[in-house]
């Protein structure tokens, strides 16, 4: 198949992530300051439990909602008190600085090749990061030729005008570009919205949610060969299923699936 003219990637755990500020020492700390005392052993539990809230969200971007999943996040540790929602807000605020994140070691070699190779490439963000400065402060300058970031925009992924908002700012058609993030209820149900063939990036050898129907990748090095294989979708998926065939196209191609 064709190579796409652009990819568009998700920023958050797919292009870096966050230091010990965000994680149960970090929260730890701020808490302390606040007069909150947490279980720093309890964060990733409490991570998880929080995490519905934002899926609940409708898709409008509001800080107050970032603040409320932060503030569960520090009760889920076991934090009380009216220190809680100050301890949040002071976390939600410094997650919107780049000097707390760090670049996954296969995205600077990963974006110069498809850079090398033509693609244009793009961000598309539910975070208040500025977007504008992330090429220059992680020493990717002149590789990034669109940025949308939800909190400029006004929706959250997987709202699909935030993906037709990049798509026309990075003038090309849905068809022709490719998401690339770690989330299937964000990045590839969103992109999918309008059209994009999507990629899920399942980093640390994470088990792809079963059923999820896509191409699944555990690092950026696998993204090139990926581009020029057919893409899996539910349609095609379903396809195989109706010609008794199922499992012969993963058999042909090698592709890994969700599951498997
Ligand atoms: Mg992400």
């Not at 693609?119 to 402060?137: D, K, M, Q, T, V």
């Amino acid at each position: 198949m064709a190579r796409p003219t652009a990819v568009f990637f998700d920023v958050d755990f797919t292009l870096i992530h966050p230091g010990p500020r965000f994680q149960g020492t970090g929260y730890e700390a701020t808490c302390a300051r606040y007069g909150v005392t947490v279980d720093p052993a309890r964060f990733d539990a409490a991570v998880t439990g929080a995490a519905p809230l934002l899926d609940s969200a409708d898709q409008v971007y509001d800080a107050g909602l970032f603040v409320a999943f932060t503030s569960r996040i520090i009760q889920g540790m076991g934090g009380v008190g009216a220190g809680v929602e100050a301890a949040a807000r002071e976390i939600y605020d410094d997650w919107a600085e780049h000097r707390h994140f760090s670049l996954y070691d296969d995205v600077p070699g990963a974006l110069r090749r498809l850079h090398r190779d033509g693609i244009r490439l793009g961000l598309i963000s539910n975070s208040h990061r500025c977007l504008a400065s992330f090429e220059s402060h992680f020493a990717l300058d002149g590789l990034i030729a669109v940025t949308v970031s939800s909190s400029e925009h006004g929706f959250m992924k997987p709202h699909p005008r935030i993906f037709q908002v990049a798509l026309d700012r990075m003038q090309v058609r849905a068809e022709e570009a490719v998401m690339v993030g770690d989330s299937v209820a964000h990045d590839v149900a969103g992109a999918r919205l309008v059209g994009m063939r999507a990629i899920l990036l399942a980093r640390g050898g994470a088990p792809a949610p079963a059923g999820a129907e896509v191409d699944v990748i555990r690092s950026l090095d696998e993204l090139t060969a990926l581009l020029d294989r057919e893409p899996v979708t539910p349609a095609a998926r379903r396809r195989d299923g109706r010609r008794g065939r199922a499992g012969a196209h993963e058999r042909r191609s090698g592709r890994r699936r969700p599951g498997c």
